[in-house]
């Protein structure tokens, strides 16, 4: 029976077992009154997690646990633990130090063992190596020395010094109204705190970063900008968590020992010697992947079956593939900085092949490898479920794709680009 049921159900039952002179319509009120505290007072105490748990709770968060993952732990349902980090936005409060000017715990306890013993103020200063008003309105405002208690003082002190003070945009009206105005035409946070700096170069007070605005649309107990320029955003969600966020705190472009692609010899850049190669995964559905590396020179393409996306599967995938090339074709690989590719030691130790990595949010720097999983789609249209294409039908495509002529080459076949490249360095 459900807690709604029960609750009426036993209310009812005293109000007939007591005499008394209301009707049934008046005891039915009283019950309507009565009951909605009832199981609002239940369901916050179900509801309720200690200061521990809530911390653990947006270490969860931050480590990309999923809302059911996080409301098992604590033996909570999944609506339970999305209301409680909506109440924030998703963005974890910052956790509280204590400053180290303040009196201790076993300060205060000093302070009270010096009061039992009669110690004067001065005293009492002297020993713990404070200022005596220091010490005189430590005891003063904690009830003095009949009342004071070391656990009371330490705990009241601590409430006490919760002093929220207001954000940037609460105290600057004009930068408000331009951010305001700029969420309604569908600026992102980024483009609004970039425009301003630009827009007002000598005028320190009319810049706000973009993490600033979007604390101010996602907590809403800031009172700042209003709940409903959220559907400016471009992803219109109510609670915010970083793409990049892991559980060991590094962003997901992160890769380590990673050489970046500014660090690449100037035979890359300008693609006149075959061997160079660009990779990246093309996504389908049921997260299924393709794996897929484009010779910079000839625009020559290669398609490789991953069943998964994690990096061993992708490493060992690649190396089996890349050592089948000729040694003249095997010179370097640029990867984006998924993941998937981030065990390149290990990939460069089994084919001899340096790895280098585009910058993060950077497509522009890969336009080969992009333009063409773009003439990839023509075959695997976006939604596809991918695992079920083979190897052998991966390499039907591939060959397909190699013999069709390119305009950025003259119209000349990826195919035979690579052949004459690799007969002329023969």
Same mark, same amino acid.
């Given at each position: 029976?459900?807690?709604?049921?029960?609750?009426?159900?036993?209310?009812?039952?005293?109000?007939?077992?007591?005499?008394?002179?209301?009707?049934?319509?008046?005891?039915?009120? &009283? %019950?309507g009154m009565i009951f909605p505290k009832v199981v609002f007072m239940a369901q916050g105490k179900r509801d309720r997690l200690s200061a521990e748990q809530r911390a653990d709770m947006w270490r969860r968060w931050k480590a990309v646990e999923s809302l059911?993952? /996080?409301?098992?732990?604590?033996?909570?349902?999944?609506?339970?633990?999305?209301?409680?980090?909506?109440?924030r936005g998703g963005i974890a409060p910052a956790a509280r130090r204590r400053s180290p000017r303040t009196l201790t715990l076993a300060e205060r306890e000093d302070i009270s063992r010096g009061i039992a013993s009669g110690s004067s103020i001065r005293e009492i200063a002297k020993g713990l190596q404070r200022a005596s008003s220091t010490v005189s309105r430590e005891v003063a405002r904690h009830g003095g020395r009949p009342l004071y208690?070391?656990?009371?003082?330490?705990?009241?002190?601590?409430?006490?010094? &919760?002093?929220?003070?207001?954000? &940037?945009?609460?105290?600057?009206?004009?930068?408000?109204? %331009?951010?305001?105005?700029?969420?309604?035409?569908n600026w992102s946070p980024e483009q609004i705190s970039g425009w301003l700096k630009e827009r007002y170069p000598n005028n320190e007070s009319m810049r706000v970063s973009h993490e600033?605005?979007?604390?101010?649309l996602f907590i809403q107990a800031r009172g700042v900008?209003? #709940?409903? &320029?959220?559907?400016?955003?471009?992803?219109?969600?109510?609670?915010?968590?970083?793409?990049?966020?892991?559980?060991?705190?590094?962003?997901?472009?992160? %890769?380590?020992?990673?050489?970046? %692609?500014?660090?690449?010899?100037?035979?890359?850049?300008?693609?006149?010697?075959?061997?160079?190669?660009?990779?990246?995964?093309?996504?389908?559905?049921?997260?299924?992947? /393709?794996?897929?590396?484009?010779?910079?020179?000839?625009?020559?393409?290669?398609?490789? #079956?991953?069943?998964?996306?994690?990096?061993?599967?992708?490493?060992?995938?690649?190396?089996?593939?890349?050592?089948?090339?000729?040694?003249?074709?095997?010179?370097?690989?640029?990867?984006?900085?998924?993941?998937?590719?981030?065990?390149?030691?290990?990939?460069?130790?089994?084919?001899?092949?340096?790895?280098?990595?585009f910058d993060p949010q950077s497509p522009w720097q890969r336009g080969t490898n992009e333009n063409t999983n773009g003439l990839l789609r023509?075959?695997?249209?976006? #939604?596809?479920?991918?695992?079920g294409y083979s190897q052998s039908d991966l390499d039907k495509v591939a060959l397909q794709l190699n013999q069709r002529p390119r305009k950025t080459l003259g119209f000349e076949t990826p195919a035979s680009k690579l052949q004459a490249s690799v007969a002329s360095i023969h």
């Amino acid at each position: 029976m459900s807690l709604h049921t029960d609750c009426y159900q036993q209310l009812r039952n005293e109000l007939a077992e007591k005499p008394c002179r209301l009707n049934w319509s008046m005891q039915h009120h &009283l %019950i309507g009154m009565i009951f909605p505290k009832v199981v609002f007072m239940a369901q916050g105490k179900r509801d309720r997690l200690s200061a521990e748990q809530r911390a653990d709770m947006w270490r969860r968060w931050k480590a990309v646990e999923s809302l059911h993952e /996080i409301g098992r732990a604590f033996g909570k349902g999944h609506g339970s633990i999305r209301f409680l980090l909506t109440q924030r936005g998703g963005i974890a409060p910052a956790a509280r130090r204590r400053s180290p000017r303040t009196l201790t715990l076993a300060e205060r306890e000093d302070i009270s063992r010096g009061i039992a013993s009669g110690s004067s103020i001065r005293e009492i200063a002297k020993g713990l190596q404070r200022a005596s008003s220091t010490v005189s309105r430590e005891v003063a405002r904690h009830g003095g020395r009949p009342l004071y208690r070391a656990n009371e003082a330490d705990s009241q002190a601590w409430e006490s010094a &919760l002093r929220p003070k207001r954000c &940037l945009l609460a105290n600057r009206v004009n930068l408000r109204t %331009i951010v305001a105005s700029k969420l309604i035409l569908n600026w992102s946070p980024e483009q609004i705190s970039g425009w301003l700096k630009e827009r007002y170069p000598n005028n320190e007070s009319m810049r706000v970063s973009h993490e600033t605005i979007y604390r101010s649309l996602f907590i809403q107990a800031r009172g700042v900008l209003k #709940k409903e &320029l959220i559907q400016h955003l471009r992803s219109k969600r109510l609670i915010r968590r970083s793409l990049h966020s892991r559980a060991d705190g590094q962003s997901r472009g992160q %890769i380590v020992d990673a050489i970046s %692609i500014r660090e690449r010899p100037a035979e890359i850049e300008d693609r006149a010697i075959p061997g160079h190669w660009e990779g990246d995964l093309l996504a389908g559905s049921r997260n299924s992947h /393709i794996a897929t590396r484009v010779e910079r020179h000839s625009r020559f393409t290669m398609l490789v #079956k991953v069943p998964s996306k994690d990096t061993a599967t992708v490493v060992a995938a690649f190396s089996r593939h890349v050592r089948k090339l000729p040694a003249s074709l095997r010179r370097s690989l640029t990867w984006d900085r998924g993941l998937e590719m981030a065990k390149h030691k290990s990939f460069t130790v089994a084919t001899n092949v340096q790895v280098f990595f585009f910058d993060p949010q950077s497509p522009w720097q890969r336009g080969t490898n992009e333009n063409t999983n773009g003439l990839l789609r023509q075959y695997f249209p976006k #939604k596809t479920d991918l695992s079920g294409y083979s190897q052998s039908d991966l390499d039907k495509v591939a060959l397909q794709l190699n013999q069709r002529p390119r305009k950025t080459l003259g119209f000349e076949t990826p195919a035979s680009k690579l052949q004459a490249s690799v007969a002329s360095i023969h």
